[in-house]
Nanobody
Framework: QVQLVESGGGLVQPGGSLRLSCAAS????????MSWYLQAPGKQRELVAR???????NYADSVKGRVTISRDNAENTVYLQMNALKPEDTAVYYC??????????WGQGTQVTVSS
């Protein structure tokens, strides 16, 4: 059974930074696109950023310029560097892999709280 394990969430003040990590249990993840989603209380899950196996990226408009997604295929890990955090970034952040098709895999989520 494949697994995605997120870490790095926590409480941060507005304007602060966090780096989330998502470790995959198998190297096959390295040939599939990976994404980060967020889900705020009472709202639907939404895409934050996506990175292909080749390193091409795309971002939600709400995070462009503040967030960077990256991956280390040798470590089977994808990262989400978040800067200039705002209270509205508060959410549970989920890692997602396109593997195995067609439904992919989800991590368990990590809570990010931006508050003074």
């Amino acid at each position: 059974q494949v697994q995605l394990v997120e870490s790095g969430g926590g409480l941060v003040q507005p304007g602060g930074s966090l780096r989330l990590s998502c470790a995959a249990s198998t190297s096959i993840f390295s040939i599939y696109a990976m994404s980060w989603y967020l889900q705020a209380p009472g709202k639907q899950r939404e895409l934050v950023a996506r990175i292909t196996s080749g390193g091409n990226t795309n971002y939600a408009d709400s995070v462009k310029g503040r967030v960077t997604i990256s991956r280390d295929n040798a470590e089977n890990t994808v990262y989400l560097q978040m800067n200039a955090l705002k209270p509205e970034d508060t959410a549970v952040y989920y890692c997602y892999s396109d593997y195995p098709p067609p439904f992919g895999s989800w991590g368990q989520g990590t809570q990010v709280t931006v508050s003074s």
